[in-house]
């Protein structure tokens, strides 16, 4: 009895595999404590107001973080390129609901789902790093 236990047990956990293919390239961004509350009647948020608009917000997270209106909810994510180590050049650049890496190689993001837009490149793979977001009125919270 106890050899068929120990023999169901093997061939349960040798049968479970993962069906994703992870990059070990998709660990280059840090994973920084983030706990910032915005208010959209300030000037600096005003743009969040209106749906399909994004704003950087600097000094938090890898390299800011892009915040966008996608009209039923509002988006929070790291503003580093998820598929390079940070520098100079992996800063992301917002633009409506989309945000472009600095690298000059044309990684462009969508900020409704976090994934690649436009690359052929197979080992482009990594998403944008995401934070949970809460409203309360005028009050966005920003944390992970």
Same mark, same amino acid.
């Given at each position: 009895m106890k050899s068929l236990s120990a023999l169901f047990l093997a061939l349960f956990l040798f049968s479970c595999s993962s069906n994703t293919v992870r990059n070990e390239n998709c660990n280059f961004l840090l994973d920084l404590n983030i706990n910032? +509350? @915005? +208010?959209l009647s300030l000037p600096e948020y005003s743009q969040l107001n209106f749906v399909a608009n %994004? @704003?950087?917000?600097? =000094? @938090?997270? =890898?390299?800011? @973080?892009i915040v966008a209106n996608t009209g039923s909810s509002f988006m929070a994510w790291d503003a580093s390129d998820p598929n390079y180590v940070p520098g100079t050049c992996s800063h992301l650049v917002p633009n409506g609901l989309f945000c472009e890496s600095e690298c000059g190689d044309g990684n462009e993001y969508n900020l409704l789902t976090g994934e690649i837009n =436009? %690359?052929?490149d197979p080992t482009l793979v990594c998403a944008l790093k995401n934070y949970r977001v809460q409203q309360s009125g005028n009050i966005l919270t920003i944390y992970n």
């Open positions: 910032l +509350n @915005i +208010n %994004s @704003i950087y917000i600097q =000094n @938090i997270g =890898n390299a800011g @973080i =436009n %690359s052929d």
